[in-house]
């Protein structure tokens, strides 16, 4: 079974522009969340999709966005860039089941912005 | 702000001893607990998880222990080998539509 999947790996940009990052999940799984990494705040929830519906979002300015695709598929956005945007971006697919809620992730998208 | 933190931001040990890293968590109602393996430049591998109503599980080679009364989560490694150098996470679920909590990280290292 393929992985978690993310486009692009690496992106560049200047601050004021926006970026559209990809995420494939699991085949199965219904469920995508993304979380930005840096070194100073660590991996850092920011939304969760469920059925193309956002279920949960983090604490993160409305620059940030995301959407799910009826194939599961997700993408989120991020508007007018600033340089502490720099981060990993990660997205984590998971098949939440009443038991266990294992989230696995991809190997993410760094972004720079200068 | 966060509530799950670690004890030890970096540990060193020797290949073949047994690693010890440890997590502790603020929030009681977190009914669900991660380990994830983060190596330079992947993202965070799953490597063990437990639910609340355990205070132990066993994998290949780890062992997650659940101390509730102190809120306190461990992750032992045995025979710790060179390609377990990475950074570990240990990350709570508060409800079962709550979303990750994730501690800072504890770099390991192993020396050969």
């Known amino acids: 079974k393929a992985g978690v999947t993310q486009t692009p790996r690496y992106l560049i940009k200047t601050r004021g522009q926006q970026v559209t990052l990809s995420c494939s999940p699991i085949?199965?799984?219904?469920?995508v969340s993304w979380y930005q990494q840096t070194p100073g705040q660590g991996l850092q929830f920011l939304f969760e999709y469920f059925s193309e519906t956002q279920r949960n979002k983090g604490n993160f300015p409305g620059r940030f966005s995301g959407r799910q695709f009826s194939n599961s598929r997700s993408e989120m956005n991020v508007s007018t860039l600033e340089l502490g945007d720099s981060a990993l971006y990660l997205c984590?697919?998971?098949?939440?089941?009443?038991?266990?809620?294992?989230?696995?992730f991809g190997p993410g998208t760094r972004l720079t912005v200068l | 702000g966060e509530s799950v933190g670690l004890h030890l931001p970096t540990l060193s040990v020797q290949e073949g001893d047994n690693s010890i890293i440890n997590c502790a968590y603020s929030?009681?109602?977190?009914?669900?607990f991660i380990w994830y393996k983060q190596e330079s430049g992947k993202g965070p591998q799953f490597i063990i998880d437990?639910?609340?109503?355990?205070d132990k599980r066993q994998g290949q080679r780890v062992t997650v222990l659940l101390n509730k009364t102190v809120k306190h989560l461990s992750l032992q490694i045995a025979a710790t080998q060179p390609g377990d150098s990475a950074v570990y996470f240990c990350?709570?679920?508060?409800?079962?539509?709550?979303?990750?909590?994730f501690g800072k990280g504890t770099k390991l290292s192993v020396k050969p």
């Open positions: 984590a697919s998971h098949g939440l089941t009443t038991v266990t809620d294992t989230q696995y």
């Open positions: 990350a709570e679920r508060q409800g079962s539509q709550g979303n990750l909590i």
């Open positions: 929030n009681s109602a977190s009914d669900y």
């Open positions: 437990i639910r609340s109503n355990m």
């Open positions: 085949s199965g799984h219904r469920s």
